[in-house]
Structure formats: C-alpha cells, structure tokens
C-alpha cells in the first residue's frame, strides 16, 4: 500500500468558554494557570516525541477552543514543533478559533506567530438556535470575527455548520447556510448533528425532551445543502467537506488517505510507523505521565496489513474520488481477491445506485453518503 | 452425637447484587481453605454466564473450617441457592438442607423483593435466620434504617445484626462468632435408617452423576446399595465425600453432615433435586416432603443460525440435558427456519441461560422463537391436541374449543402496591382468589392467571412497578377454556411462522400493533420498503413500514480518531452477521427476543 510521505501534526486544547449542549470532546472550561501549565506540559510532550515522523506539512490546533491560548502561547507551541519536526516550507498551519473569543490583536498575533488558516466553529446563523446549541457568540460576532479576520490577513478560513438541529425544517437549514455562504469562506463544513453519548443533550434525548430530526429531512437538508454550495463554486470533496479548489484541508485529508500524523496533547490521535496511538484522556494522569519524561498513551494498537488495509478503504470512500485499486493492493484482481467476501453485496450496492465501482476503484454515490457506514463495513 | 453440635448447615440470603458471592468469597478466604491470591472472584458462581449477570444457577456447596472464641472448632456448610423465580423450588431445596440462613441486605439499599421471597421460603423451612448489614464501607450505608426495614418488613430481630463489608473483610469474623451462636447445630440420628436430601446434582463425566445431599438420618459409605425414593431405582454408592470446594472422599457421610455422594447415574434426570436417598435394604418409612417433578413450562424453537450446523445444536442440546434435569428438547421443523428444537423450559431465565450457554460454552449460532406454553386444542371430533407450537394450531374451522394452562401465582408485596399490582394482574388476565395481610403492611395477593401472561415478562412487570419489592411464586393449576387465536406477522407480505403466537381475542389487535412497532425498530433500512403486518387469519389488523430510507453515517471523523470509527463498523458488520434472510427481508436474530422484551408503555 502507497502512503503518502508527508505527516501532520495534530494538538489538542482541551479548554473552551463553556461547554456546547451538543459536545462530547474532551474540553471543559479552565483558568489561565491550568492553560499554561498544559502548554508546558504539551511542550514536554512535544519534545519526547520530536523525529516522530520525518517531515510534516500541517499542523492543526483542534479543540475545545484553541484560540483562548494566547498568541505567544501558540507561538510557543508552534515554535517547539518546528524544533522537533521539520515542517515543510509553507506549511498549512490551522487554528480553531471560536466566535466571541477573538480580538483584532489576537487574530494579528495568531497571524505573526504563523498561523495561516482559521477554522471557525459558527454552527449556525440564527441567534436563537445558537443559544439553544449553548454557543457563546451571536449571529452578529460571526459575521464581525470573520470581517475581522479577513482585515487581519486570513485567507483561507473554514466555517463549521452544524444542520438537523432538533426543532429545525429544511429551510432554517438553508437559511443558515446560506448566510455562512455570504461570508464567502475558503471552506464550510456542514454536518448532521450526531446525538453523544455525555452531552446535555444526549440526557435530554433519554429523557424524552429532545426530539432527533427525521433521518428524511436530515437527508433533505444534506442533499440540498450539496447542491447549494455546488452551485456556489465549492467543491464536495469529503462527506462533510466543502472547499473552493485549492483550498481543500490538507491536514484532515491525512486522516482519509492513511498519512501519518501525530496527535499532541490531551487524548489526541496518532497514527505513525502503522501504529495508531490514543494519548491519555484524563488530565491529571496525562501531566503526571509527563512529569515522569513517559509517552502519555493510553492505548497502542499495532496495525497489522489487514488493518491499514480495511482503514485506508473505509476513511478513503469518504471522499469524493473514494478508493483506487491501484492505492491499495496495486490492482483491481488484487483487491477483490483480498475483500472477495465483500464483492457480492458492493454489487448489490452498485445496482442499487449507492456505490460506484469502475476497473479504477470505488467511490460512494451521493445516496450512499447517507448509508455509507453499511458499505464500509464491508471492508472492515 | 456430640459431634452435631459442631456442625452448622447454612445459606446466604441475599438480593442480586446485595453481595451474597462477595460474602461467600470472603469467607471462604477467611476459613482459609483458598489462598487471596488464588481467589477468584466470586468463587461460587462457576459459570461464566452467572459470574456476568450476578445470577447464581447451578449450586455450589463449601465446607469451611472455623475455629470460634470458644475455642471449639465448627465445620461450616456453606450451601448456596439460586437467584430467580424460575428456580424457586430448588431454592426451597437448598434452604431445606439447612438449618439456618444468613441473610445479607444491602446497608445502602435495606430489604428488597428477592430477599424476601427467599427469607420467606427459609421461615417455611424453620431456618434460623442471621440478619448482616453489607456495603458498611460505603459512606452510604444506613444500618439504622436498614435494620427497622428487617424488623418492620420481615418481622425478625435485627437488634444485633453484624455490620460487615464482604469487599473488605469488615466484621467477618464477629459475623462467623454470631453465626455459630445463632445458628442451631443439625439433629439427626447417625445409627437410624438414611435419610439424605438430594438438594442439586450435576454430571461428572468420570463419576457420572454427582448427587449433592444433606444427611437427616443414619450414614451412607462407598459400596452401599442406596434407593432414590421417587423414582425407586437402586444404585451402588461408589464415593461420598465432603466439598471442600472440590470433592474430597471421605469414609462415610452420616446425619447432620453435607456432602455429595456418586453411585454410576447415567442422567441427572434420575437424581432429581428434592428426592430422598435411604437403603435399598433397610429403607426409611417415607420420603422427606417438599419433592416436586421437573416440569417445563415454556418451550421454545431453537434453530441453528445462518451457516450452523443443525447436528452441532443437537450435540450440544445432548449434553446439556444430560446435566440439567428440567430442560426438554425435540425435533421440529418451520418453514421460515428450516430443521430445529422445540426445547421446553422452567421459565424464562432458564430459556435465556440455556440459549445462551448454546451460544457460549458450545461457540454455537442459534436463533430462537417466541416462547410458547402449552394448549390443549379440543377438536370438533371430540379429540385432543396439545399444542406447543403455535403453528401448528390446527384450523379454527376444525376447533371445538382451546384451554391454556392456569397458575396460581402467589405475590408478596409491602401495602403500597397493591393497587398498581391489581392493575398489572388485571391486564394479564388474571382473577384475584385471595389477599391476606400477613403483617400490617405486607401483603399476600393470590390469583389465577393464565401462565402465557406470566412467562413473557410478568416478572419484569411486577419489579418495574413495584420497585423490585414484590415477590413471586407460581404452580400449575389446570387447564382452562379460553378465546385465543393465532397471530401471524407478515414481512413484506409473506407469513414468518416464526413469529406466529397464540393469544387472547380481545388483546389481538394491541400485541399485533405492539409487535409491529417493536420490528420496525429492529428491521434495518432495505434498499425498498418493508411492509410488516400483522394479521389474524386472513385479516390484517395492524401495518408499519420500514421505510427505504435510514441515515447510517458518521458526518464528522474528528481529529482523526479512526480507531473509534472502526470499532463501530466493526461492531455494525458483527451485527450484520446475525441477520436471518427471509425472502429478500433481513432481520437481526435478537429480533426474536426483542419483540418479547418488557416494555412499560404498553
């Protein structure tokens, strides 16, 4: 199997104003001295994993909500990788930033310090809605933040959207996505609200106060969605992903095409040397492992060929060209002699309308986005 | 004699999860006989399928050495019971081998219904009873209120009830001085004629059947002829001993003693629990009271699964049968399932234990329909059917009447409940014969309901509404004349025999209507639309459709934490495994137990 060369880097902040009713990351509210002695801890982190991977191309901040660390925070972080790793000249360099935590300084700070893309959790455009999502920041921040943003040098922002918001209709859908369209980002992702377990509204939903979406209007939205972003220029180039050409996410497409990349700080994701690695999730354990010079996992599972196989197959067919052959097993005879147990029913598939297959590879139709879990697991 | 008074023949009473294992544990541990760090957990529960849900089934029996503040050393019978409504008269066995009980109530939670049920079968015995407050090193504990729940809701002293906590070895040993104070020694004459309590038995494939007994009378040795009195046949003793755990031989086994005795028995079947041991040449005038035969209650399809091997479940039903005297099977066949059992059970947990053993111990993949009673179908001609399979129920047009088994189910329950009882009891067709205050606010609450309404999931019923308070007992009475029909369940229009039942009338529309929703939610998303019907004879009384459509996909793979993702389409491909074809319909296997389930908004 092919992988591409190049890593990612991926860091964890774990902190957030306030945690959203929908959230089941590893994110809670903190103060300033938890911040940096967590920065200090991740900079210990950092440098015992320095050489990991021998180049990278990306780093991402994810969150919780990375912009409430101070530029000289993220400068200082990104400083320590940049000793550790050797990142490639113009490398993408993303920060999560939310809505109402940003300042003109901060977002010139960010700027300096080297970030040069901001993904920004927007979730929708109508105030009422967002107070229900228990957002921190008013349809009217968006649109302030993004202007600031874009005053401050930024030219490639995300814009997350969040749809099938309990209480919403096909058109309050498009509403939204219509006004994050307005603000003409490089690149929007919109996604189905997923109901975690943990989350407020996961309680309300047990308890009979919550009421999901029907998965025919959930549907709705989503395909109509596609067609308005198309129709706006943006490219679908990942089940949730859409991107103005050129402007696709190179660091989450890591995830999708089996490159390594390596996950710092609290409970983050690795996968380097085909060994994916979960870092520990409980703060206290993850700072005393530190403290102790040891790698902070919590689980390592050596992949076997099988493994990276299924995975390259399963995280591939969640963008738009899906899988080649040729990526996996070098040819189409190879492939469907390793997954032969799966070629009657992606036939059935493929009548059905849901899965493409060509002598090239294999790749979703938009109608099986919706059932795609079903057709991958075919090949786990 | 003086060696009775050294002996003490006892059970733990206990509710699910009130600690009774970690109990037994702990005293085992304490009488020394198994090092800590050999222990188990929980070392009584032996089979994994108890060990998972806290359920003790088969019966575990110890003999614990304790030497006691007075210097003198006590044998301890440790006799363990079974944990469910299902097993109640081999609970009422084991109680009867001894003569006394601890019972263990939670110091968190107070009395519940298990408990009760079961401390009312010792006090049916005559058994001295140790009331002990468990969980005293949580910071939850209330003994106080604990202790008047025992004397306001049981009715015994509990004044002096050890405080102990079986996880950390709290007040064992002030509970083991108490035991041996508050426990009476055995009686029994070892020179009169024997008398020995079978209370379980289990196969051995070297020993053949091991018979676990308590002596009342005289004493029994290896080359003995010895008679099991209800079913009269003879056998030559080829070992006794003690369970230590483990067997250990010994000499002989003689009144007041416990412990096991083989005599080359082919079948558990033929030393049934509750059947009296005696001499073959000298027996003991009459039997010890209190034996009933095995008698299944509920019977059940067993099929194998796509891809299993039909002779694989009949092996595996063999051997099971072989150790496990009430669990019946023969062959049968169904069109939507091909070649399988009809199995008969005691009740509904020793349907699920059996099911699952098949699937666990024997690594088998079986499907299982609904469970049925048995009918007797009085045909126009004026002959008899009886019916454990309600596919065969012959054509109505050809019936003169049907009659269904009755029970009569006896419920304990605190004064608070009776109300919401009545109204559960009432719905399941049943007839209030008797209600008596037993204390002031415990009451008993005969009736005759039909045993259909009482396997499904009247246990569950009863608990949910009662917060677990009330208890359960229930017997065969007779068969009774009934308006009951058929219901069919179509999937896309073709008749799944499988899921075919019998019941009343008037209830016909609501349990079609019930089973259809419960299948939709079950049935996955099809590449077209699934019809479910349900349907008395030709005429369809409920519909739900599964849709063409249904959303299965992760929207958002955040921050590349694949591994979760693959554990879930791992999990839903494990799923997808168990499907069953029918027609070009899938259904998940646990449909067949799913549409069964407890469900409180009926």
New interface residues.
């Given amino acids: 199997m092919t992988t591409p060369n190049k890593a990612g880097i991926?860091i964890?902040i774990p902190f957030c104003v306030k945690k959203c009713n929908y959230c089941a990351?590893l994110s809670g509210p903190a103060g300033p001295e938890v911040r940096q002695e967590y920065v200090n801890h991740l900079i210990e982190e950092i440098r015992l994993r320095s050489r990991e991977v021998p180049e990278a191309d990306t780093i991402y901040f994810?969150g919780g909500t990375p912009s409430l660390l101070t530029p000289e925070q993220i400068g200082h972080i990104l400083e320590e990788v940049r000793k550790a790793f050797r990142i490639t000249e113009g490398a993408e360099v993303t920060l999560e930033a939310n809505p109402g935590t940003l300042t003109e300084e901060s977002l010139a700070g960010y700027g300096n310090v080297g970030i040069n893309r901001l993904s920004m959790g927007v979730q929708s455009m109508d105030d009422r809605r967002l107070r229900y999502l228990g957002r921190i920041h008013t349809a009217e921040e968006v649109r302030r933040d993004v202007k600031m943003a874009r005053e401050a040098g930024f030219h490639n922002i995300n814009l997350d959207l969040i749809f099938a918001i309990p209480g919403t209709d096909v058109s309050d859908a498009m509403e939204d996505l219509e006004a994050i369209a307005a603000l003409e980002p490089e690149h929007i992702?919109f996604?189905?609200l997923?109901l975690e377990e943990g989350t407020s509204f996961f309680r309300d939903f047990e308890a009979g106060k919550l009421r999901e979406v029907p998965?025919?209007t959930?549907?709705k939205m989503y395909h109509r969605g596609i067609q308005v972003l198309r129709e706006k220029g943006y490219r679908h180039y990942e089940?949730?992903n859409f991107a103005r050409p050129g402007y696709e996410s190179r660091h989450n497409s890591?995830?999708?095409n089996m490159a390594e990349?390596v996950?710092l700080g609290l409970g983050?994701?690795?996968?380097t040397g085909h060994r994916?690695m979960?870092n520990e999730t409980d703060l206290k354990a993850y700072s005393e492992m530190l403290d102790r010079g040891e790698l902070a996992f919590m689980?390592v599972?050596e992949n076997s060929e099988g493994?990276d196989m299924?995975?390259a197959v399963?995280?591939g067919l969640?963008r738009e060209e899906g899988v080649r052959y040729r990526d996996i097993l070098g040819s189409e005879e190879a492939f469907w002699e390793y997954f032969r147990e799966a070629l009657p029913e992606a036939r059935?598939y493929e009548a059905?309308g849901?899965l493409e297959m060509t002598d090239e590879g294999l790749r979703l139709t938009e109608r099986g986005?919706?059932?795609?879990?079903?057709i991958?697991?075919?090949f786990? | 004699m003086d060696y009775l008074k050294n002996i003490r023949n006892f059970s733990i009473i206990a509710h699910i999860d009130h600690g009774k294992s970690t109990l037994a544990d702990r005293l085992i541990e304490k009488t020394g006989l198994v090092q800590s760090r050999d222990m188990k957990e929980q070392y009584l529960d032996n089979m994994d399928i108890e060990r998972e849900r806290g359920i003790t089934i088969k019966l575990q029996t110890t003999r614990l050495h304790y030497k006691a503040g007075d210097g003198e050393e006590y044998i301890l019978n440790l006799i363990d019971t079974p944990g469910h409504v299902d097993f109640n008269y081999e609970v009422s066995r084991s109680l009867a081998a001894c003569d006394g009980a601890v019972l263990v109530v939670d110091a968190t939670q107070g009395v519940e219904a298990q408990t009760l049920g079961n401390v009312y079968l010792a006090l049916d015995e005559d058994l001295e009873i140790l009331p002990v407050l468990n969980k005293m090193d949580l910071d939850s504990a209330r003994p106080d209120e604990a202790k008047e729940e025992i004397e306001d809701i049981i009715g015994i002293d509990a004044e002096d009830a050890p405080l102990i906590s079986a996880k950390t070895g709290m007040g064992i040993d002030d509970m083991l001085e108490k035991l041996v104070q508050v426990i009476p020694p055995p009686q029994g004459d070892p020179n009169g004629r024997l008398k020995g309590l079978i209370f379980d038995s289990y196969y051995d494939s070297y020993k053949g059947v091991v018979i676990y007994t308590r002596i009342f009378d005289g004493s029994v040795k290896k080359g003995d002829f010895i008679q099991l009195m209800n079913t009269g046949k003879s056998y030559e003793v080829t070992e006794v001993g003690y369970c230590i755990p483990g067997m250990v031989p010994s000499k002989e086994l003689k009144a007041g003693e416990v412990g096991y005795v083989c005599a080359s028995i082919k079948r558990v079947a033929d030393a049934r629990v509750g059947d009296t041991i005696t001499h073959t040449d000298k027996p003991t005038d009459k039997p010890l009271k209190g034996y009933k035969k095995a008698q299944s209650m509920v019977y059940c399809g067993v099929y194998p699964a796509e891809g299993e091997k039909y002779e694989n479940i009949k092996d595996a039903l063999e051997k099971l049968q072989v150790n496990d005297a009430a669990f019946q099977f023969e062959p049968e066949n169904s069109a939507a399932l091909g070649f399988g059992y009809r199995c008969g059970f005691l009740g509904l947990l020793h349907m699920d234990v059996i099911v699952e053993r098949l699937e666990r111990e024997f690594g088998l993949d079986v499907i299982t329909t609904l469970p049925s009673v048995i009918y007797k179908v009085i045909m126009a001609d004026g002959t008899e059917r009886m019916i454990q399979n309600p596919t065969n129920l012959p054509d109505p047009a050809e019936i003169s009447r049907i009659e269904e088994p009755i029970v009569k189910a006896e419920i304990m329950t605190p004064k608070d409940y009776v109300g919401s009882i009545m109204t559960l009891c009432q719905s399941r067709r049943g007839n209030m014969t008797h209600m008596e205050y037993l204390t002031e606010t415990r009451v008993l609450l005969t009736y005759d309901i039909p045993l259909n309404e009482v396997i499904y999931d009247f246990f569950d019923a009863l608990k949910s509404r009662t917060r677990g308070y009330a208890s359960l007992d229930y017997e065969f009475q007779e068969y009774r004349p009934a308006k009951l029909v058929k219901l069919d369940i179509l999937l896309n229009k073709e008749v799944i025999d499988a899921f075919s039942s019998i019941v009343p009338e008037e209830e016909a529309y609501a349990k079609g209507r019930n089973i259809c929703a419960k299948l939709k939610k079950i049935i996955p998303m099809h590449q077209f639309e699934v019809p479910i019907q349900a349907a008395v004879g030709r005429k369809i009384i409920a519909r739900e459709t599964v849709r063409a459509y249904r959303k299965d996909v992760i929207a958002k793979c955040y921050g590349g934490d694949i591994s979760r993702k693959k554990k879930l389409l791992e999990k839903q491909k494990e799923g997808k495994k168990r499907m069953r074809q029918f027609g070009t319909v899938e259904v998940p296997q646990e449909a067949f137990t799913e549409v069964l389930k407890f469900d409180d908004t009926e």
């Fill in positions: 991926y964890h990351f994810g992702s996604y189905s997923q998965d025919e959930d549907r089940i949730s890591k995830y999708w990349y996950g983050a994701s690795s996968y994916r979960v689980e599972h493994d299924s995975e399963f995280t969640r059935e059905g849901f986005i919706d059932i795609s879990n079903g991958m697991a075919l786990v």
